[in-house]
């Protein structure tokens, strides 16, 4: 993806397609009166026609422009001048760049970024504008013999600047946009990934690629008896039923002050969960090979934080097994021992996402100075439930940090929500026959499963993103969102501030 700023008059620059704004009560943008004056009243004569809308999201393709230089104009709504803000303006490029992806436009200059936001000034406007154009580029394509999705091709935005300081911002804005879209890439690459090609094998040699590719890179990649080792029988009884041996992906970057402990995102990586002896549903478990989210979230931030060589120490960790049923898998009442030395019931063997965690969380403070441990797991159903597929699930033990990340979000368009974790929900997982029990009930499943992680992480600051809701979109539009690497990566650079 390429991108410029211009500062020109939007009727005397050219470009493939022009994209301006109008707001509600026949509210010209500044870039659409430039062009509305050099046409002889264009846009405001098909506004008065209805061919073109105010209302949010709403978009008309000009196919012809006489008096300005832009060959086509696309005019998107923009709503209510007085309520136009971050949100909106991430809805009203993408509703843009969805509409003219179709229409063999290889660059357009976009002059949304020029207008003010209530909450959203230049440099989140441009970060969003390039994390759209990521998002509508985006195809894949890797396992399609015929049928391949062409790529848009749109592959240059221009972003218009009110003056040259504005440009400066965009620029800045721009660029670390660009950087969040591809991890975003990379993070709905590795879950659209099928389960047969992405195992834990796999996703090791992801990141061992990585390293290749940057020097501040470090891998170290456990195996199953250095698992053992190190006491992880926790991790390891997730995947006794599979064929495909566990893995724990240890991550470091290096770029900031030695000085300074690292961030830590660690990352549920089940590359296929069938249940294992719990056995899921046969109806739409081709889905849970996006359960490995969480993993291929924490290596798209990764990704996104080398490509852009943030100034930062980040460490991520990858617990990443498969979960299957066979007559070495775990059973419902087995006892296993986690790396902290608690023990644990596990009453259900389809919620191993926590059993994975638990041990890499205690490896993680046992292997590093944390400044803060956050782990990022498609853990619950019950979030789903919850939270729908709009905001993902947060709790931990740290009021400071879950305010970072919650801010992160809504500055990033990428939401959470706060879930409360206090000790009641510790108590429903009280086990008659180990320290703890892997469920706690039906009730509060989205908390019980963060309160038993908080179990092992009672030494850190530490956050917990269920984002079980988010990860992915099924149906018809089937496919890995890229979420929550928006998220992470705003609160990363909100820490070097």
Partial sequence: ????????????????????????????????????????????????????????????????????????????????????????????????????????????????????????????????????????????????????????????????ANDSAMAKTLTRGAEHGTGIAAGMAVTRDLANMPPNICTPSYLADTAMEMARKHKAVNVQVLDEPDMAERGMHSLLSVGNGSEQPSRLIHIDYRAGKKSDAPVVLVGKGITFDSGGISLKPGPMMDEMKFDMGGAAAVLGVMAAVAALKLPINLSVIVPSAE??????????????TSMSGRTIEILNTDAEGRLILCDAMTYAQAELDCAAIIDVATLTGACVIALGHHRSGLMGNDQTLIDSLMAAGERAVDRAWQLPIDQEYVDQLKSNFADCANIGGRDGGAITAGAFLGQFTEKATWAHLDIAGTAWLGGAKKGATGRPVPLLVDYLLDRMD
């Fill in 323 to 336: 979960n299957m049923p066979s007559g070495r898998a775990t059973r419902p009442g087995d006892v296993v």
């Fill in 1 to 160: 993806m390429e991108f410029f700023t211009t500062t020109a008059d939007a009727a005397k620059r050219t470009t493939d397609c022009a994209i301006v704004g109008v707001y509600e009560r026949k509210q010209l943008t500044e870039a659409a009166a430039q062009i509305d004056a050099a046409t002889g009243g264009l846009i405001a004569g098909l506004m008065d026609q209805g061919d073109i809308s105010s209302k949010l999201g709403a978009v008309s393709l000009v196919p012809r422009v006489d008096g300005a230089r832009c060959k086509r104009l696309l005019v998107v709504g923009l709503g209510k001048k007085s309520t136009f803000g971050r949100r909106e303006f991430a809805r009203a490029q993408s509703a843009a760049l969805t509409h003219i992806r179709s229409q063999h436009v290889v660059d357009a200059v976009s002059y949304l970024t020029r207008e003010d936001t209530r909450d959203c000034d230049a440099y989140y406007r441009a970060r969003l504008a390039l994390q759209a154009l990521g998002e509508h580029r985006y195809r894949f394509n890797d396992t399609k013999s015929k049928d391949r999705r062409p790529v848009p091709k749109l592959r240059k935005l221009g972003l218009g």
